[in-house]
């Protein structure tokens, strides 16, 4: 059984950096063709593919984010991190981590990030 | 960067009858594309991929079809509990995109 579970701060204030962190059980970022994603949602809004990363550490990156992204994985205790530098009020959102064979296959529940001073 | 654009936000739709949701790619993605319904608090559940592939536990009443940048989900003999939002997306070139959504109202 596949499960994917997300934590964070739940709030931040501006300029501050976001770590945010993925538990998984069920599968292994250890198996070839295996990695996990990033994605974030607004409230009321549509979905945004943050970053990957992938078995052999391949790392990838949405470039409107990327120098501000950093995604990393503990393959040993099955967490895939990422960070998120100089947050602001835009970055407010919903942020769910999801495995990702091809498509996103398996999401977890998510963790809300509200940025406020 | 690929822009996925699903041409209704919203849709009008009967219980029991059929709904066709599309999604227009600006480039060519080779049927790498997604299909997800989000229900309201929850995480977003792949339906189909490969544009054309059924989840499994997915009902039959859901199918993908298109080629090239213009696929569509169509869903028969819609019940209520389909009647929510669906995002597409492409995953044949990084950065990964989702169309803005198509949300599903009862007439």
């Known amino acids: 059984q596949v499960t994917l579970k997300e934590s964070g701060p739940g709030i931040l204030q501006p300029s501050q950096t976001l770590s945010l962190t993925c538990s998984f059980s069920?599968?292994?970022?250890?198996?070839?063709?295996?990695?996990v994603g990033w994605i974030r949602q607004p409230s009321g809004e549509g979905l945004e593919w943050l970053a990957d990363?992938?078995?052999?550490?391949?790392?990838y990156y949405n470039p409107s984010l990327k120098s501000r992204l950093t995604i990393s994985k503990d393959t040993s205790s099955n967490q895939v991190f990422l960070k998120i530098t100089s947050v602001d009020t835009a970055d407010t959102a919903t942020y769910y981590c999801a495995r990702r064979g091809v498509s996103f296959d398996y999401w977890g529940q998510g963790t809300t990030l509200t940025v406020s001073s | 960067d690929i822009q996925m654009t699903q041409s209704s936000s919203y849709l009008s739709v009967s219980l029991g009858g059929r709904v066709t949701i599309t999604c227009k790619a600006s480039?060519?993605?080779?049927?790498?594309l997604a299909w997800y319904q989000q229900k309201p608090g929850n995480a977003p559940r792949l339906l189909i991929s490969g544009a054309t592939s059924l989840e499994t536990g997915v009902p039959s009443r859901f199918s993908g079809s298109g080629s090239g940048k213009d696929y569509t989900l169509s869903i028969t003999s819609l019940q209520t509990e389909d009647v929510t939002t669906y995002y597409c997306q492409q995953y044949w070139s990084s950065p990964l995109t989702f169309g803005a959504g198509t949300k599903l109202e009862l007439k």
């Open positions: 069920g599968f292994s970022l250890s198996t070839s063709g295996m990695g």
């Open positions: 990363i992938w078995w052999d550490d391949n790392k």
């Open positions: 480039d060519h993605i080779n049927n790498w």
